[in-house]
């Protein structure tokens, strides 16, 4: 075939391949969203006629559309290199698995380029009886896994135009092998650093659960300020947009966990009719028992008077602290 009828059937074919992009990308993400496998983006594209035809001449293909296997290229971009795997894993049981390949295991001791898991692959048969996968099952895509940094490097590395080390002029290859190892020593620190929280967590937990207690020297983070709501609250999720919002208010006021547990200690006995007030204001949804936010809130409010004239309240929520501080502070001092 000559270049107007390669491009004729280019043309026809390309709104299948659009079909099997979409429909590819709309898969992965719900089956990563099953597996609750966090990513940043999944997307396709179709490969440019031009590009495509380049590698016709440069490959000598006799049967370009079924020997160019990358028409269709999905990418999926994660957070961490541990997940690849598990996405790898995923992609192996889910799709008709033609080629896999990790380009890491390509590279040699000094050479650079970008590394990622490349999956040519063709939907399982049985997609078909779905109107939308119909017709698809002969079609193939390449689908890469790669981390945010590897993303990042492969962008780059593409803009600078270099298909290999072999290609650059020698006095920027140095540069280049320094940066390409320092994003993968950046990838490996990401996940170490992921495993330490993780690990500072449980722990965390861990202590809480086997001491019933929480141990009110240590440091005020967004972790520990969690964990000290999950005790005070174990029935109660808080919505990360709350905690957020509050963790800032209270690290900015210098509060420590002393002054909030001992404040809050203070309000308990009285939460529950504290909350059928600030439920008859609507501060908090009828099917919750306890909010966690609202009753902290107005603890700090009669325990320290400066915020509680700073800041600019509502009139309901002011009414409220003033209806019930006489009644918890009598004789009371939050550090007693």
Partial sequence: MNRSEIGNQFQKSKPEYDRLGSNLVQALKTFLNEKDIPYLDVYYRIKKFDSFYEKIERKKYKNPFDEIEDICGIRVICYYASDIEKISELITKEFKILQEEDKADLLGLKEFAYRSRHFILRINKKW???????????????????????????????????????????????????????????????????????????????????????????????????????????????????????????????????????????????????????????????????????????????????????IDKLKSWTDIVNKWKPKITAGNNVYN
Avoid at 156 to 171: A, C, F, G, M, T
């Fill in 128 to 310: 078909t009886s779905a109107p939308n996968y119909r017709n698809l099952e002969n079609l193939k895509a390449e689908v890469q896994v790669r981390t945010i940094l590897m993303h990042a490097w492969a962008e780059i590395e593409h803009k600078l135009n270099y298909k290999s080390d072999s290609q650059v002029p020698d006095k920027f290859q140095r540069k280049l092998f320094r940066l390409s190892a320092k994003f993968e020593e950046a990838d490996e620190q990401f996940e170490e650093l992921k495993a330490g929280i993780e690990t500072y967590k449980s722990k965390l937990k861990e202590k809480i659960e086997s001491t019933n207690s929480f141990n009110t020297k240590q440091d005020f983070n967004i972790d520990t300020y969690r964990a000290f709501i999950n005790f005070h609250f174990p029935k109660h999720e808080i919505e990360t947009f709350r905690l957020n919002h509050t963790f800032e208010l209270y690290n900015d006021a210098n509060y420590d966990f002393d002054f909030l547990q001992n404040s809050l200690e203070k309000v308990k006995p009285y939460s529950d009719e504290i909350l059928k007030d600030l439920l008859e204001n609507g501060y908090c949804d009828e099917d919750k028992s306890i909010s966690p936010t609202e009753i902290l809130g107005i603890a700090l409010d009669i325990f320290d008077e400066e915020r509680f004239n700073r």
